[in-house]
């Protein structure tokens, strides 16, 4: 019996593919059941009603993830910058010495949709990861999703992690870290189902509302502390989080090599928790940023390809 792990997950752009290591990867149909309407005790009929498939996948690729998909999502479609979202499934072998077939292998595709981004997630120490959606569309004629179980699996695959580095919101460092979680905040409508279909082909998106969470040790930093109980203002020019990417073969890149980044947000910065404790257990203070338009940027925006060089 042939068993299968995440592989990876590929960008189709109009130019060349990104090719992302997957951590996890599920697809989900989604389907809604329309069974009878009869008096039985008995269900006499059933037919799938709708089928909503969406993409879901982890990768610790982030810099080309967020080089490649806007932190307010991205359309997918067949003529645009993005073109497709592939999951590609790596057959394994039964036996040691077993040999599968360069087609061997399995992936699902999908043509017509939105991408959107979930969560960046980072604890310190830890390697940073980022959660994404891509919501599969119809283009009216054609299935959301095409199945190919004779895949050839994408070689290039993407293999850059990128490690939780210095912090601060509303000018106010945080170097007591112990997380920093980035949501991207997108709200999406009721899905329109294409005419006499069970496919969707339109998603609204209804609002974009991301926050940070930034979770740390050092109790005092708010009422008499750095920031007041009251909350205080973040700009994009006074709120970042760095990312320094790891070293193949050693440990991390060097501060002045151009592949590191840097996450900006502006709003309000708040305590939504102070002294979290029990008993002999570390406490900790939580803090967020609440975004708010600054009438220019994205809510929050990114840097790619840059020199880790916080200055603060």
Avoid at 47 to 55: A, F, N
Avoid at 122 to 148: H, K, Q, Y
Wanted: aromatic residues 6%; glycine residues 10%; hydrophobic residues 35%.
């Amino acid at each position: 019996m042939p068993s299968y792990t995440s592989h990876s997950v590929v960008l189709g752009t109009s130019g060349a593919d990104v090719v992302m290591s997957a951590n996890s990867s599920a697809l989900s149909l989604n389907n809604e059941i329309v069974t009878d309407s009869s008096g039985a005790d008995v269900i006499l009929a059933a037919s799938i009603g709708m089928q909503k498939p969406v993409l879901n996948f982890t990768t610790d690729s982030i810099g080309v993830f967020l080089s490649s998909i806007s932190t307010s999502g991205s359309c997918l479609t067949s003529t645009g910058a993005l073109q497709s979202v592939t999951q590609y499934l790596q057959k394994k072998t039964t036996c040691p010495g077993d040999t599968i077939p360069s087609n061997g292998h399995a992936s699902r595709i999908i043509t017509d949709g939105f991408v959107q981004p979930l969560e960046l997630t980072s604890t310190r120490g830890e390697t940073a990861t980022i959660g994404c959606d891509v919501n599969a569309l119809s283009d009216g004629t054609n299935a959301p999703v095409t199945f190919d179980d004779e895949a050839i699996l994408p070689t290039g695959v993407d293999t850059s992690q990128y490690v939780l580095g210095a912090v601060r919101a509303g000018n106010v460092v945080f170097g007591d870290l112990r997380s920093v979680n980035a949501a991207f905040g997108i709200t999406l409508g009721e899905i329109v189902l294409g005419l006499a279909s069970v496919w969707p082909e339109d998603i609204p998106i209804l609002s974009i509302d991301p926050r940070w969470t930034i979770t740390g040790r050092d109790v005092r930093k708010v009422g008499s502390g750095a920031v007041p109980a009251v909350g205080q203002e973040a700009t994009q020019a006074n709120t970042e989080i760095w990312y320094r990417k790891r070293k193949n073969k050693s440990t991390l890149e060097d501060v002045t090599a151009p592949v590191h980044i840097k996450v900006m947000i502006s709003g309000l910065l708040y305590c939504t928790q102070s002294g979290e404790g029990s008993g002999r257990s570390d406490g900790s203070t939580t803090f967020e940023v609440q975004s708010v338009w600054d009438g220019t940027n994205n809510p929050m925006t990114v840097q790619t390809g840059i020199a880790y060089n916080p200055g603060f």
